[in-house]
Nanobody, 121 residues
Framework: QVQLVESGGGLVQAGGSLRLSCVVS????????MGWFRQAPGKEREFVAT????????YYADSVKGRFTISRDNAKNTVYLQMNSLKPEDTAVYYC??????????????WGRGTPVTVSS
């Protein structure tokens, strides 16, 4: 059984930083594309960042490019999202996702339950 468990969310002031973690069980993260999505109140879930199966490529939504960094620790089977220079518009529930393909695509195969991030102005 595949499980993705996020942690690291919380309340932070604008300009601050948070690091989200996603611990994966049941699958080896180095074999799959991993990603982060978010859903703000009243909005649809949107793509944030992804790292390809090879780990050689990362992609980001324009809204977070230059501020967020996705990474992976294969030994810990964990994916991270380092978020710097946070803005109030980054407030959302952040979800970790796993795709059985080499790249993320729009429909991951597995989702975590999410961790909330609130950025105060």
């Amino acid at each position: 059984q595949v499980q993705l468990v996020e942690s690291g969310g919380g309340l932070v002031q604008a300009g601050g930083s948070l690091r989200l973690s996603c611990v994966v069980s049941g699958r080896t993260v180095s074999l799959y594309a991993m990603g982060w999505f978010r859903q703000a109140p009243g909005k649809e879930r949107e793509f944030v960042a992804t790292i390809t199966r090879s780990g050689g490529d990362t992609y980001y939504a324009d809204s977070v490019k230059g501020r967020f960094t996705i990474s992976r620790d294969n030994a810990k089977n964990t994916v991270y999202l380092q978020m710097n220079s946070l803005k109030p518009e980054d407030t959302a529930v952040y979800y970790c996702a796993l795709s059985l393909s080499a790249t993320m695509g729009t429909k991951p195969d597995y989702w975590g339950r999410g961790t909330p991030v609130t950025v105060s102005s």
